[in-house]
């Protein structure tokens, strides 16, 4: 049996995650502008303060939408897409600085890789994989 303080402190964290989430993204969206792309519709989800928060695009023009950008200040933080029209997200790319972390996302490749296979090596630090 897992340690309840564990347990207690996983959850209060998840709860926080949650509410920092909602107010940065959804909680605090005021204003929804559409507009016509060549790769499809797009609408952009604004703050009062006049940040883009998010923003959708329906490349095959369908009806649902397929990439879901996700903005932190003035770039770029995460970039969601269903690649298989199934309404899930497939694809999940994380930017470092408004640029895509290919680096760490080859890392994390590699790493479930390694779990899955059960060829895991211990590190001393994070610095060692990144």
Do not use: C
């Not at 969601?80 to 309404?87: G, R």
Request: proline fraction near 3%.
């Amino acid at each position: 049996m897992k340690n309840p303080l564990y347990i207690y402190l996983s959850l209060l964290l998840l709860f926080l995650l949650s509410l920092f989430e909602l107010e940065n993204i959804w909680g605090a969206e005021t204003k929804e502008t559409r507009e016509a792309s060549p790769q499809g519709p797009v609408v952009h989800f604004i703050r009062k303060d006049g940040r883009l928060v998010r923003q959708e695009q329906d490349l095959d023009r369908d009806g649902d939408i397929e990439v879901w950008l996700y903005y932190v200040g003035e770039g770029i933080d995460r970039q969601e897409e269903d690649t298989d029209n199934d309404s899930r997200v497939d694809l999940w790319t994380y930017y470092l600085k408004g640029k895509a972390a290919r680096r760490l996302d080859r890392r994390v490749a590699q790493a479930m890789k390694e779990y899955r296979t059960g060829k895991l090596r211990p590190i001393a630090s994070l610095r060692e994989i990144i």
